[in-house]
Structures are given as structure tokens and as C-alpha cells.
């Protein structure tokens, strides 16, 4: 779809004048309309009929459309509310123009997306003018859209540098999956040595979606940096995250946050949570649980509290770290948050078989099979030791 949008841009930018698209099954009203725009600089493709005048804005994407109300096969209402719910025509103005004068008609075509309701009869000077105006609040729109579309990419560029990849740091033995839902994301996540044997994970979320979320990852990622020196101590390392994006988020914000320190020399695993989703364990043996240990969530408080379990690990164990995003939209009616949980834990057992990057491909394609599509951002983290 993004490739589709972006030919849709490049093809308008290469245009030397506007495209008008007419639907009306009036040929004189075509033909005269069509003598319009044509004297005033516009080039004009026509539709005769509902079905063709969508089809027609699909595919040549006009800068604006004038559409008449009554046609053959869809009325220009239903026609509107077509367009304006398609990605691909959604941005392009419809203007009514029709000889229906009633206020009830002219309150549904706007109500229903359209920019302008004309009735006939009108002035050649009337449509030239409305036209250029309409045109040029288009182009303005697209401007801005442009502008924060590209502040967007510089963002989610950014994002996304911050983020180490497993192949650039293979002696900690982890795979990710790491999806946000809008052009930048609020999750994150982050995994250090400590030189002696010991790796640790961090997966963290903030609440909301904006780019508020996505501009706290980086000061997460500092402040997390600047205290490596504490990872053995996870609550004192946590409570350190918390007083710092303290005095970052915006009221009412907040974030959670998971905290692993794998020992492989002495095969021990800590995990620390802070608000945080369940770890699942599946030991190598073929069993498997949720490690529940939580805790306040990060940067509502002064102080928190850490909820923190130890245990001892196996060769071939794996941890799978997550956030909620993977099955917040399990829970409902239908799926308590346990049950949508114990579904994940089910789900990370059954692919233990996989390699442990496969594994999380495939626990991701797994839970979207069975819940439906992904509504947040998501980070699907696995480790093993």
C-alpha cells in the first residue's frame, strides 16, 4: 500500500495541470463543464455513471472531483462516501453540482466528506472560482501532510538506529520482532553485557501512540545507558528509570518495563518487572509458565515498587519478552487477559521446535491467526540461554 501511495504522489507531481474528474450522466452538462475548465487551463477526464467515476479516481487520482448527485447504478452520495473511505481517493476533494436545491441534500454531501455543494444554475466565474480555491486549500493540505510525513520517516529513522539488532550482538543469544502500528512507536527495547558472562534485556512500553511515546524512547535509552553500572541491581536500576522519565512524561503518561539479567556462568536468571506484561518460560525440558512478577509502573510515582523473581536456568531454556500490544486485542468479552496470556504461553511452547528467530516469527503470526490483526505497537523479544 505504501509503494501504491507513493506512485499516487508521483504521478500528481509530474502533472503539468490540474485533473478534473466530471461524473454525470448528462452529456450537455459534461460537454459544458468540460469547455469550462478546459478555457481556464484544466485538463478533464469524465465518468457517466457511479461505479465509473470510482474507478476513474483510483486510477488517475484527479485533483478534484465534481460529482453529480443523481446517477445510474450508485447515487453521487453513495459515490462520496466510497471515495472518502478508500485510502487511495480519501484525500481528493468532491464537490457536489446538482440541480437538487434542498438543504437536507446539501447537509448529506457534506456530512459525507465532500468540500463544496453547487447547485445549478451557476456561473462559468462561480465554478472557475470555487475551483481554484478548492485546489489551492488541496494543495496546501498535501504540502503540510508532506511535511509531516517526512518528519515522521526522520523520527522513525531514528527510532529505529537506537534499537540494536541481534546480528550485531550474537553472543546474547536473543531474536526480536519489533513492529509499531503508526510510523514511529512507543515500545522499546534494549540488551548489554556485562562482561562477566551476564547479559541483560530490557522491554519497555509507554502509554499512548503519538510522538510523544516515540520522542521518550531516546531519553529511556540514555538513562538506561548512563546506569550500566547497576545492573545487578534491578530495583535500584528500575527506580532510576522511574525518577528520571519522571520529570519527562506529560501527566497522566507512563511506562512499563521488564528487566532480565541472564547469568550463564552460574545459570541463574533474574527477571524485575514494573508494570509490566508476564514473562513466558519454556524450559528445554518441554515445560513451560508465566514468570508474574509485578510492579508499579514507571514515572507515575516518586518512589515504586519492583516485583522481582529469581530461578535457576537450564541450557536451551528460552524467555520471551513482550508487550501487550501482542494480545491486548485477545482480551475482551470472549478472552480475559489471563486466558489471552495462557493462549501466548501455549503458542511460545508449541514453537520451541524453531529456531529461535523462526520461533518468533512464527509466535507473532500465530496469535494474529487466532485474535485478528494488530492493534498497538509490539516488541516480541525471546532470549536463550
Do not use: W
Not at 485510502?87 to 440541480?99: K, R
Not at 509531516?148 to 550485531?168: D, F, G, M, T, Y
Not at 536473543?174 to 551476564?198: N, Q
Not at 507512563?254 to 536468571?269: E, H
Request: hydrophobic share 40%; proline share 4%.
Amino acid at each position: 500500500m505504501l509503494t501504491c501511495l507513493n506512485t499516487i504522489n508521483q504521478n500528481r507531481e509530474t502533472r503539468h495541470k490540474p485533473l478534473l474528474l466530471i461524473a454525470d450522466d448528462d452529456l450537455v452538462s459534461i460537454t459544458m463543464l468540460e469547455n469550462i475548465f478546459k478555457v481556464h487551463g484544466f485538463d478533464t477526464i469524465t465518468a457517466r455513471d457511479g461505479l465509473d467515476c470510482i474507478e476513474m479516481a483510483t486510477i488517475n487520482q484527479p485533483d478534484l472531483i465534481f460529482l453529480d448527485v443523481l446517477m445510474p447504478s450508485m447515487d453521487g452520495f453513495d459515490v462520496c462516501e466510497t471515495l472518502t473511505n478508500k485510502p487511495e481517493t480519501a484525500q481528493i476533494p468532491v464537490v457536489f453540482l446538482s440541480g437538487i436545491t434542498g438543504v437536507n441534500s446539501k447537509v448529506r454531501g457534506l456530512e459525507l466528506g465532500a468540500v463544496d455543494y453547487i447547485t445549478k444554475p451557476y456561473s462559468r466565474s462561480e465554478i472557475i472560482a470555487r475551483t481554484k480555491s478548492h485546489l489551492r486549500q488541496s494543495m496546501q493540505a498535501r504540502s503540510v501532510i508532506a511535511t509531516k510525513n517526512h518528519q515522521l520517516n526522520l523520527v522513525r529513522s531514528a527510532q529505529q538506529n537506537l534499537l540494536i539488532k541481534p546480528e550485531n550482538f550474537p553472543e546474547a543469544k536473543f531474536a526480536v520482532y519489533y513492529s509499531p502500528i503508526c510510523e514511529a512507536g512507543g515500545d522499546y527495547y534494549d540488551v548489554v553485557s556485562t562482561g562477566d558472562g551476564c547479559f541483560a534485556y530490557l522491554v519497555s512500553d509507554f502509554s499512548g501512540h503519538d510522538l510523544g511515546a516515540a520522542f521518550a524512547t531516546p531519553a529511556l535509552k540514555a538513562i538506561f545507558r548512563q546506569n550500566l553500572g547497576l545492573l545487578r541491581n534491578p530495583d535500584l536500576l528500575l527506580s532510576r528509570l522511574n525518577t528520571g522519565m519522571a520529570t519527562l512524561l506529560r501527566s497522566n503518561e507512563y511506562a512499563t518495563a521488564v528487566y532480565a539479567l541472564l547469568d550463564r556462568v552460574n545459570m541463574k536468571m533474574l527477571i524485575s518487572n514494573a508494570g509490566h506484561p508476564p514473562v513466558v518460560h519454556v524450559r528445554a525440558n518441554g515445560t513451560s509458565r508465566l514468570v508474574e512478577s509485578s510492579g508499579d509502573v514507571i514515572g507515575a510515582f516518586e518512589e515504586i515498587v519492583i516485583g522481582s523473581e529469581e530461578m535457576k536456568v537450564c541450557e536451551g531454556d528460552r524467555f520471551y519478552f513482550f508487550t501487550d500490544g501482542i494480545y491486548e486485542r485477545c482480551s475482551s468479552s470472549f478472552y480475559s487477559r489471563a486466558a489471552a496470556l495462557d493462549r501466548l504461553r501455549i503458542v511460545c511452547k508449541n514453537s520451541y521446535h524453531l529456531e529461535l528467530n523462526d520461533s518468533i516469527l512464527n509466535i507473532n503470526d500465530e496469535m494474529i491467526s487466532i485474535f485478528g490483526p494488530v492493534e498497538d505497537d509490539i516488541v516480541l523479544l525471546g532470549c536463550q540461554v
